[in-house]
């Protein structure tokens, strides 16, 4: 999976994701840019926004597995808000956590530069033949 070989989606493009590779443990991480123009009233990045950038993240996690002919949707995401986001760069740590034929469940996290997790979700998805 590599970003840079296609045409980003615009709301890929908005959240300025940029897929890094896998680390370690088999990770799939992907940084996104956290905008001036993605804060609240308190001056941190909206749920909204952080939703979004782990809905991409695992959705873009668990397209690194099928194969091309293979696609996937979100059918779930279930999103907990931990601490507040601050504008800049925010890295998604994913992984597969269960998968089925026709199903897939991705955990995704972010995390700040300081190493803070500022939430993370679960992601159900469901595998489809590509069209």
């Given amino acids: 999976m590599n970003d840079a070989a296609t045409p980003l989606p615009p709301g890929a493009q908005l959240l300025g994701r940029e897929w890094l590779g896998f680390d370690e443990s088999g990770r799939a991480l992907i940084r996104f840019r956290a905008q001036q123009a993605f804060t609240n009233r308190h001056g941190t990045i909206q749920g909204g926004f952080l939703a979004a950038m782990l809905d991409s993240a695992?959705?873009?996690?668990?397209?690194?597995?099928?194969?091309?002919?293979?696609?996937?949707?979100?059918?779930?995401?279930?999103?907990?808000?931990?601490?507040?986001?601050s504008v800049g760069p925010i890295t998604a740590r994913a992984r597969i956590v269960e998968q089925t034929e026709r199903d897939m469940v991705v955990h995704a996290e972010l995390v700040d530069t300081s190493g803070i997790i500022a939430a993370d979700a679960t992601a159900r998805l469901r595998i489809l033949a590509r069209k």
Avoid: H, M, Q, Y
């Fill in 58 to 85: 695992t959705g873009i996690c668990a397209l690194a597995a099928p194969s091309s002919e293979l696609t996937v949707v979100t059918r779930n995401l279930d999103t907990r808000f931990l601490k507040p986001a």
